[in-house]
């Protein structure tokens, strides 16, 4: 909802100052506020103000010993905890020299895809969709787009599924565990969640073709992609490829993405080698378009995206794109499913330092931990996509305040949104609110 201090109606008249304040962004996951300054129609000031206190993860997990990371970092997110258990188990099991088995790794990769499912799902469908429906919530969508907000909510009951038989529970799943799982399912366990993935696989291309028929206002990004890439469309792990330089190692993370400390945030600010970079499906997909399967790369093809999408405003096909992925690939890895000979391996510890990675939804999240002989943590590194995606939003918004300086500061206000929810930031898993401020001047 939108209260203005000025006359909403307003347009932009020089010589005037003009204060925009947003009580409450929804549909975005946490606490943050827009500071803009426009100087003779010219932004000179773009903060993007992520003021929720820091959470601390990284300090306590300090003394903590080596099998805990999983499920500590697992609480950063409610919605992509399985990304955090993922990257921490792919982190100690590196400093462990521990390497799983095909079938636990797999077993991994399906617990992922139902993150994906049920949290682009919400996106589309309940955070985004409205902005693009002239819609202030899902609620007003519902009213004259029932069957496809019904269709949303199939889609992430079948991801939230999902999570539940491979991990244990929806929402924090507590079957992960280093080296692998505490159970693992037998093939009757997985046959019904095949049919409901079915029945998923119609509603994600359905998505695909609903979205694409959305109008979107242009906007390219003028920013380095950074994405995991391999052997197949990246998700679980990979090596980290880049748009306009070569591949590198996990390990060499830190040598290329550098976290510093920007005044008007208590956010880290990241950046690759010295540029802004951009994390997250769009970059996936221009990385990695070539390794999606036949079905994703048609229903891209249909909605109109070639090989790299970089408007932001359409980033919500691509992850249409990838919710159909993700079911596809979900199919395939429950057709193909042998039930692994041990649910886990025994990770002894080790002195040493361990890097891990994978694809969260909203892009690239990286885990670094250093543990001694006994198994204790000395450090934690957590580099989550949001921050390294900051810089190419606060980019984006000043573009769209320079295209935008004639319209009126509601119109205004409703476009710096809509190019921050593009992003789906995960601020934190709390209440939702963002204070927008603009001075003309």
Known sequence: MTDSATDSARGAEPGTARTLRVGALTRVEGEGALHVEVRGGVPEIIEFNIYEPPRFFEAFLRGRMYTEPPDLTARICGICPVAYQTSACNAIEDACGVT???????????????????????????LHAPDFLGAPDVITVARDHRAAVERGLALKKAGNKLQELVGGRSIHPVNVRVGGFYSVPTRADLTPMAEQLRRALDDALATVEWVAGFEFPDLTIDAELLALTGDRYPMEGGAIARSDGPAFG??????????????????????????????????????????????????????????????????????????????EEALRIIENYERPARPYLEVEPRAGVGHGVSEAPRGLLYHRYEIDEAGRIGSALIVPPTSQNQAAIEADLATVVLAGESLDDAALTTLCERAIRNYDPCISCATHFLTLRVDRY
């Open 250 to 327: 996990v390990a060499e993370f830190s040598d290329h993405v550098r976290e510093t400390h920007v005044p008007h945030s208590t956010a880290l600010h990241a950046t690759l080698d010295g540029r802004r970079h951009l994390t997250g499906p769009l970059a996936r997909y221009a990385l990695n378009h070539a390794l999606l399967p036949p079905l994703a790369r048609e229903a891209a093809a249909a909605a109109g995206l070639g090989a790299e999408c970089r408007n932001p405003f359409r980033s919500i096909i691509v992850r249409a794109v990838e919710v159909v992925y993700a079911v």
């Open 100 to 126: 799983l088995d095909p079938e636990l790794v797999a077993l991994r990769r399906l617990l992922y895809c139902g993150e994906w499912i049920h949290s682009h799902a919400l996106h589309i469908y309940l």
